[in-house]
């Protein structure tokens, strides 16, 4: 038994076993029960299998283009797939640790990389960036192409609590609180809103515990005291039955958010919009399930699983972006074109030099370089590629385009010019496609800035919070010596916000949020004061959103955000929106 001092943010005595989701390496680890470990087995063979369908792919297209030289890499990577080093440890350690594949994918990984580490012999090192590359394709294909903390929380089964490093407010929105029993957390405080949120949902937390996700193994029983701050590890039999006994007395279920559809409306009566970001065609299902009315963001790049977008031809684009469209009809659906940074790629549409990485969502946020319409520009024969799949597509649905990380004018007419070629070369082949309207994704400062300019080119505008927030504050948010710096209520932030709705509005075009800050439930009425009057979102988030609409006054929220673009700081601005939404009864700690 061992106790840890946190600080206590939301009342309640919980025990359970924990489930450890360490998001900073964006690799969760979490105990599974004995009868799931051969589930997990089977999850790392297929992945390995669907790993070398890919490998095989992408080493033939070389030989093809560049030669064999160049090919032989992806022999070399074929042959560490079936090194028992990797895969075969991962299940290993599977086995004997009963933990989740990817987990172990990651753990075998790191026990040969420092192997490798000791070695001086620089082809060993150039091997050692292969097995990233091959552990990194492991993993992206055990997820099914996405992923993170939400998917795996999805696959719970069984009651626990959650100990994690940290706990974005967007994800606790989305989590079964039946199963979770409670939270700690390595980061955070009183006021951060992640506490703000599980007061309102009455789950017990403790925060700031600075190391409890590294102290704490996974499936260790725990108990979290949400009043006293303390965390206990192995707490003693005596001690946790009585927890038990004392819980299921106590519990008192919380009204779940009911996943209704259709238009929401703010206490005085405003419509506001919820559509769902999405990833595959797959996750319309979803979307509509939790009441989206369309999708704000389409996130085109995670079609290629891993591999350069020249591997998708247009009849392959076409058919799953017209499955989108139709599934959603008659809603809209706005497809971005793909957002990929050229070094992010495999190695083949590069030069190969450069290092093979794949794009989870942690490391493409990082990069400003030849990625979004530069990326497009750059290629135009994919870009072209993509876009007449898009435009055959629009004729079964309601299609909007979308360009990410545009920074200039200049960028807009040129890809404007571009889906005009397209559109004559599939005029030359005797299609006829409808006009799908075109936005630009405002997630570059340059871009709201020029937000009045861009509103001339543009036939909507959707604000990338998450890009927006990190290059305005020049912070890099993978990089954890600032990452405490990533604050969406900068002040230059809001302010930024607010220039790009003015922009819009002027020009007459609609604007919306499509940024994590959209999910965030304390954020969300922020911006229904600025004005916005459109969100999208991860469809897990969609009836916490739908909750915090209904109880939040748009015309109270606009007195509160005139003051908030007042004041300087971000701890003002804190107090002052923490201050006002206990008037507003919207997150009313008493209910
Ligand atoms: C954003 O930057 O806010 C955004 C929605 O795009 P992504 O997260 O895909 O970069
Ligand atoms: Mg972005």
Not at 20 to 35: K, S
Not at 89 to 96: D, M
Not at 325 to 338: L, Y
Not at 509 to 534: F, K, N, Q, T, Y
Request: glycine letters at 8%; one cysteine or more; hydrophobic letters at 45%.
């Amino acid at each position: 038994m061992e106790r840890l001092k946190g600080i206590g943010v939301s009342s309640g005595l919980v025990v359970g076993p924990a489930l450890v989701a360490i998001q900073r390496t964006q690799v969760i680890r979490f105990p599974v029960a004995p009868e799931r470990v051969a589930r997990e087995l089977t999850a790392l063979e297929r992945a390995r299998a669907r790993s070398r369908e890919q490998l095989q792919q992408i080493r033939d297209r070389i030989a093809q283009r560049k030669g064999k030289e160049l090919a032989a890499i992806f022999d070399a990577q074929l042959l560490l797939l079936d090194d028992p080093l990797l895969v075969g440890r991962a299940a290993a350690i599977i086995a004997g640790e009963r933990v989740n594949a990817e987990w172990a994918v990651q753990r075998a990984l790191e026990e040969v990389a420092e192997v490798f580490s000791d070695i001086a012999d620089p082809y060993l090192h150039e091997r050692k960036g292969d097995l990233q590359d091959v552990a990194g394709r492991l993993r992206m294909n055990m997820r099914g192409e996405k992923g993170g903390a939400r998917d795996l929380f999805r696959d719970l089964d069984a009651p626990c609590v959650l100990v994690a490093d940290e706990l974005a407010p967007s994800v606790v929105a989305q989590l079964d609180w039946d199963l979770i029993r409670g939270f700690a957390t390595d980061a955070g405080s009183r006021t951060y809103h992640t506490a703000i949120l599980a007061r309102s949902l009455g789950v017990a937390a403790v925060v700031g515990l600075r190391d409890v996700s590294g102290r704490i193994p996974a499936g260790a029983s725990v108990l979290i005291d949400g009043d006293s701050g303390e965390v206990v590890i192995d707490p003693d039999p005596a001690l946790r039955l009585e927890v038990e006994a004392r819980a299921r007395r106590a519990r008192v279920q919380q009204p779940r958010p009911a996943a209704a559809a259709g238009p929401v409306r703010t206490r005085d009566g405003v419509a506001i919009a919820l559509h769902a970001n999405i990833e595959r065609s797959d996750d319309a299902a979803a979307a509509l399930g939790s009441g989206a009315e369309g999708i704000g963001l389409y996130r085109s790049e995670f079609l290629f699983g891993g591999g350069p977008p020249d591997m998708a031809g247009e009849d392959e684009q076409y058919e799953e972006y017209r499955r989108t469209v139709a599934r959603m009809a008659p809603r809209p659906v706005t497809i971005r074109t793909f957002d990929v940074d050229e070094r992010q790629l495999a190695r083949p549409l590069v030069d190969s030099g450069l290092e093979a990485r794949w794009f989870p969502q942690a490391e493409r946020a990082g990069h400003a370089g030849l990625r979004g319409i530069r990326f497009g520009l750059a290629h135009p024969v994919i870009f072209k590629t993509q876009l007449r799949a898009l435009l055959r597509a629009a004729a079964h649905g309601s299609l909007r385009i979308l360009f990410p990380f545009v920074s200039s004018v200049q960028e807009v007419r040129a890809a404007r010019a571009l889906v005009a070629e397209a559109r004559a070369e599939l005029a030359a082949r005797g299609v006829a496609c409808p006009t799908p309207a075109i936005g630009v994704m405002i997630e570059v400062p340059s871009a709201a800035f020029t937000a009045s300019m861009l509103a001339r080119e543009a036939d909507f505008f959707t604000i990338g919070t998450n890009d927006l927030i990190q290059y305005t504050l020049a912070v890099d948010r993978t990089d954890e010596r600032v990452s405490d710096r990533y604050e969406p209520l900068h002040p230059a932030v809001l302010r930024l916000i607010r220039q790009v709705r003015r922009g819009a509005v002027r020009r007459g075009i609609p604007v919306s949020v499509c940024g994590e800050m959209a999910s965030d439930p304390v954020l969300l009425p922020l911006l229904v004061g600025c004005g916005l009057i459109e969100f999208s979102m991860t469809p897990g988030a969609l009836p916490m959103a739908r909750r915090v609409v209904q109880e939040t006054s748009a015309a109270e929220m606009a007195r509160i955000a005139a003051r908030v673009l007042t004041l300087g700081t971000v701890d003002e601005i804190e107090q002052y929106l923490l201050g006002s939404f206990g008037r507003q009864n919207v997150y009313d700690e008493a209910r």
